[in-house]
């Protein structure tokens, strides 16, 4: 059981929750995620920890409503209690002095980029966040980021701010005038990790992605969150999160995040119509 | 004349009803119904109450069998549960998943001539007995010894530990990684094989006499091994956490969409409950599925797959039958349900269509050749013999690997090359002070009951290390008092 301190809602689908969690807040590092299991009977959902405070023992995590189980954790509270959380897991990121660092977060990727653009900074390095969403409405995090690194670039598919168009043009733009990067951080939706880490890739920048595939456990047992990373297969939940973009094998982790798709639609439509029939009575 | 009689019925055991193949194959019920009362002791009069029973020596956890049948030969069913109870607090489990015949009932004199006591079938009786009738007993518990044990995993050994540990009067905590207690009791073993009603009121016995459980504690990553002992103030830990890492073959399409591990499948319908109808948890029902390798888990996944409907479910297995690892009731019952069996191939490769999901399995027939170090008969590929099973989901049951989070996060304790912790198999001590292993961390993957056996010894020893040089001082001390 873990209470939720603070509901705050981002955007239109976008939740931030702080959460009591004395234990991870302690142990927690960037780049570690906790899986959450909002009421009884649901499933695990992994999210990454997007900030902490060891001293008042809260987490805090960022999720996007996609699927029913995100949607039953939006229904909950400030004061309620989500039934299961357990973490820190996954790999840290390796955070030393690189350089000049360039972190890119798409959507509601940019919530697990913000405490590895901390970390990052607070290790003395020089940090471009770039940030992007469909529409202005959708950005995030874009004060805190201002404040813990160097610059923030701001892209929109829709140009209602900043950049008109994906952050991989902001990317293309940044090496057309000339900027070198010593590292490169890309966290998002796989399609645009696998656009923005061939760019960064291929001027030579070391890049890491910080990859979300389906798991259960977190912690070794399924082995549903295998990659393929140079060829050999990895878990997810305990060699990564965060992996080297160059060896990445992105179209077979962007087709396994697919396995569920029409199931998860399914379920969707049953709890739709599930709210719409209680609705309808109480009218 | 009456004599010979008494001696050719004493040689058949009574046997358990159990739901028709036919049936059963469409729902998660359990298979066998267990004995009633008149059928329990006719069973238990069977037995010749050996004076010195070998029996007893067969067992990993020393259950007094002779006496507890004799309860039930008596009629006194509550007895007999408290009895198996002395030194299995999980009987209901065990009478259900342990391979009697190879431990207890293989060693029963009995067998010599004709069937064995149903050792293992008067155990579940019992169990049940007691606990449908509500006339479940606390233990005698010692009073608290003011000393504090952490046990990493609930699975069978660490309830074990749990369990002996709570009674000698030790303040107990179980550290689980998952949402539910009971590790792969609950996350492995299916439904229709030990009904998840019966795991609950077995855990919460232990709570009853004491035990505490943390759930979603990963040990190595929210706490470790040194912060329990130097912030959290315990005397000692054993570790039960399992060997958690599934196998794969390594060959091309593994990571295809409708390619489960057996633990990741058997946890998605076991744990997750995506067996239900409107489960949260999707798994892929598949129309052809193929399950591979030989041991009860194979076994356990074959037949949960034909429960979720596939119309086929098939075992690939590269050896024969003679080899396979499941216990025979288990290769008996998947057989009975219509599993079948390709035996002596191998797969090779996995084929998907056009969106990398899974269509076939490519397989290559064996033949056996010379023994290899298991003593088993190594098979060798059949040069040109490729052929392919038509499937849309592939289970991959060809074992576990230890999890590695406790090791590399707890740098004092020395593992094998294998990856399990090294303990010492009489009293699981570990290369670390104070802290103790068992059950498939230490062993890789085996049995429930050789878990819960490593269990025993390691709370012995822990009892001992704990409680023992303190006891020595104070004597030493009573003992010179009166000559001051």
């Known amino acids: ?283 | 004349m009456k004599e010979t009689k008494k001696l050719s019925e004493r040689l058949k055991r009574v046997g358990m009803q159990e739901q028709p193949a036919d049936q059963r194959r469409q729902n998660f019920d359990e298979v066998p119904f267990g004995y009633n009362e008149s059928e329990a002791i006719t069973e238990a009069r069977r037995c010749l109450q050996c004076g010195k029973p070998l029996c007893v020596q067969g067992c990993p956890v020393a259950v007094q069998i002779p006496q507890f049948i004799k309860l039930i030969a008596e009629g006194d069913f509550a007895a007999a549960a408290r009895k198996i109870k002395e030194t299995n607090s999980l009987p209901a489990i065990c009478g259900r998943v342990c391979p009697q015949e190879e431990q207890c009932e293989v060693k029963c004199i009995l067998g010599k001539k004709g069937e064995p006591v149903g050792i293992g079938n008067l155990e579940r009786f019992a169990a049940d007995w007691e606990r449908e009738h509500n006339v479940i007993e606390l233990p005698p518990i010692k009073p608290p010894n003011g000393r504090k044990v952490a046990v990493i995993g609930s699975g069978p050994a660490g309830l074990t530990v749990a369990g002996e540990l709570v009674k000698e009067g030790f303040e107990v905590v179980v550290f689980e990684a998952l949402h539910e207690p009971g590790g792969v009791l609950v996350y492995g073993i299916p439904e229709f094989r030990l009904p998840k009603e019966i795991v609950k009121k077995e855990i919460e016995y232990l709570q009853q006499m004491g035990v505490k459980i943390e759930k979603n504690v990963v040990v190595g990553k929210t706490i470790t091994i040194d912060e329990l002992f130097q912030e959290e103030g315990f005397d000692a830990v054993f570790v039960g956490s399992g060997a958690g890492l599934p196998s794969f073959m390594g060959i091309p399409g593994e990571n295809s969409i409708g390619v489960y591990s057996a633990n990741e499948y058997l946890t998605r319908s076991n744990l997750m409950k995506a067996y239900e109808e409107g489960a949260n948890t999707p798994i892929l029902r598949g129309r052809r599925v193929a399950t591979v390798g030989g041991g009860n888990v194979a076994m356990d996944s074959a037949r949960t797959a034909l429960r979720l409907g596939a119309e086929r479910s098939i075992i690939v297995y590269r050896r024969s039958e003679a080899e396979m690892p499941a216990r025979l009731a288990e290769i008996h019952h998947a057989k009975e349900e219509g599993i079948e069996f390709h035996l002596l191939c191998n797969p090779v490769e996995i084929l998907t269509d056009e969106k990398r999901f899974v269509r076939a399995l490519r397989c290559i027939r064996m033949e056996l050749g010379e023994p290899d170090s298991s003593g088993r008969r190594r098979p060798v590929p059949v040069p040109g013999s490729e052929f392919e099973i038509e499937c849309d989901v592939v289970i991959i049951a060809i074992g576990n690997k230890p999890n590695p989070l406790i090791p590399s996060t707890t740098k004092q304790l020395q593992v094998s090359k294998w990856g399990t912790i090294i303990a010492n198999e009489q009293d699981g001590r570990t290369s670390m002070p104070r802290v103790y292993a068992g059950g498939d961390i230490v062993t890789g993957a085996a049995t429930v009951i050789l878990a819960m056996g490593a269990g025993r010894n390691a709370a012995q020893s822990i009892a001992k290390d704990l409680l023992e040089p303190e006891d020595k001082n104070e004597e030493a001390e009573e003992d010179r008092s009166p000559e001051e």
């Open chain 1, 1 to 283: 059981m873990s209470r939720i301190l603070r509901k705050e809602q981002l955007s239109e689908q976008v939740w931030r929750y702080r959460l009591e969690a004395p234990r991870i807040a302690r142990k927690r590092q960037a780049g570690q995620f906790v899986i959450v299991r909002p009421i009884e009977g649901q499933e695990r959902l992994p999210l990454t920890i997007a900030n902490a405070d060891a001293q008042q023992g809260w987490i805090e995590i960022i999720f996007q409503v996609i699927g029913h189980g995100t949607m039953h954790l939006a229904e909950l509270n400030e004061g309620d209690e989500i039934a299961d959380l357990v973490g820190p897991l996954g790999q840290p990121t390796h955070v030393e002095r690189f350089g000049r660092c360039l972190c890119i977060g798409g959507g509601v990727g940019v919530a697990p980029l913000f405490p590895i653009v901390c970390a990052l900074s607070a290790a003395g390095n020089d940090v471009t966040v770039v940030v992007g969403a469909r529409t202005k409405d959708l950005l995030i995090l874009q004060q805190e980021m201002a404040v813990n690194s160097r610059r923030v670039i701001v892209a929109t598919d829709d140009g209602s701010k900043g950049f008109h168009g994906f952050v991989s043009g902001v990317v293309q733009d940044l090496f057309a005038k000339g900027e070198k990067f010593d590292l490169a951080v890309v966290i998002g939706p796989a399609v645009m990790m696998k656009a923005v880490s061939a760019l960064t890739v291929s001027a030579g920048v070391q890049t890491l992605a910080s990859l979300n595939p389906i798991m259960i456990d977190g912690t070794g047992m399924c082995g549903g969150c295998r990659v393929t990373v140079h060829g050999q297969t990895k878990f997810g939940c305990v060699d990564g999160p965060e992996f080297d973009a160059a060896g990445i094998d992105w179209d077979e982790m962007i087709n396994r995040l697919t396995a569920y798709r029409p199931l998860e639609r399914q379920a969707i439509d049953r709890h739709t119509c599930r709210i719409e029939r209680q609705t309808s009575k109480v009218l």
